[in-house]
């Protein structure tokens, strides 16, 4: 399955393999109106879609692949792959379901210029507007199972990412096995811009790859 696998990575851009973490102050916002390196192409998320092995979901493409499963994010729920309950579930069903077939490993990309911008508060903030108590413990709840599922996934888990990754979706990279990035990646956890807890194991895992003062 090798040459599948190589020829996946390099449908994600990351056929020239470089690691790069960038210090970045702008929000969420500023970035997807200035920092984008190219257009979202729409007809790459039809492309891939069309030509999908196995499986269909909303939120995610399921290729099954010879020896892998390729499970890459093109979110319809949220905007530049963000994360809300219902995009975890289904990558938490690839995962499981990856987890009980004779994959060997998983490759986790994503469709676009984007790879991940973290949690959807957008759609947490809209479900606030009621009992805040009972949407607060429920969307811990999502994240919670979110983050144990990779912890707890004992096939390696490679991930390919092709452009920036934001909160969770930076926080979540240590979780795996292998992180490859291309030159157009960089990564950015604004905990303390948005006034967030830090996500995703990282205040363990980050001082622990990066060292402490870091």
Same mark, same amino acid.
């Given at each position: 399955?090798?040459p599948?696998?190589m020829e996946?990575?390099?449908a994600?851009?990351?056929?020239? *393999?470089?690691?790069s973490?960038?210090?970045v102050?702008?929000?969420? =916002? +500023?970035?997807? !109106?200035? #920092?984008r390196d190219?257009?979202?192409d729409?007809?790459?998320?039809?492309?891939?879609?069309?030509t999908?092995s196995?499986?269909?979901?909303?939120?995610i493409?399921?290729?099954?692949?010879?020896?892998?499963?390729?499970i890459l994010l093109?979110?319809?729920?949220s905007?530049?792959?963000?994360?809300?309950p219902?995009?975890?579930?289904?990558?938490?069903s690839?995962l499981?379901?990856a987890?009980?077939?004779?994959?060997?490993l998983?490759?986790f990309?994503?469709?676009?210029? *984007?790879?991940?911008c973290?949690?959807?508060f957008?759609?947490?903030i =809209? +479900?606030?507007? !009621?009992d #805040?108590?009972?949407e607060s413990t429920?969307?811990?709840?999502?994240?919670?199972?979110?983050?144990?599922t990779?912890?707890?996934?004992?096939?390696?888990?490679i991930?390919?990412?092709?452009g920036?990754?934001?909160g969770?979706?930076?926080?979540?990279?240590?979780?795996?096995d292998v992180?490859?990035?291309n030159?157009?990646?960089w990564?950015?956890t604004?905990y303390?811009?948005?006034g967030?807890?830090?996500?995703g194991c990282s205040?363990l895992?980050?001082?622990?790859?990066?060292?402490l003062?870091?």
């Amino acid at each position: 399955g090798t040459p599948n696998f190589m020829e996946a990575l390099a449908a994600n851009g990351t056929t020239n *393999i470089q690691t790069s973490v960038t210090g970045v102050t702008a929000s969420k =916002r +500023r970035f997807i !109106d200035d #920092r984008r390196d190219q257009p979202f192409d729409k007809r790459l998320r039809f492309s891939v879609r069309q030509t999908e092995s196995a499986y269909r979901y909303r939120d995610i493409v399921v290729r099954k692949q010879d020896g892998f499963t390729h499970i890459l994010l093109s979110t319809k729920s949220s905007e530049n792959n963000s994360l809300n309950p219902e995009v975890m579930k289904e990558v938490q069903s690839a995962l499981n379901t990856a987890a009980a077939d004779d994959s060997k490993l998983v490759l986790f990309s994503a469709v676009g210029s *984007i790879f991940c911008c973290g949690l959807d508060f957008i759609y947490f903030i =809209r +479900r606030l507007t !009621d009992d #805040r108590k009972k949407e607060s413990t429920k969307m811990a709840e999502a994240i919670r199972n979110f983050v144990n599922t990779f912890i707890q996934f004992k096939k390696p888990i490679i991930v390919a990412v092709n452009g920036p990754a934001i909160g969770l979706g930076a926080s979540i990279l240590p979780l795996c096995d292998v992180v490859w990035a291309n030159e157009k990646a960089w990564f950015q956890t604004p905990y303390t811009t948005f006034g967030q807890s830090p996500d995703g194991c990282s205040s363990l895992t980050f001082p622990r790859i990066m060292g402490l003062a870091s």
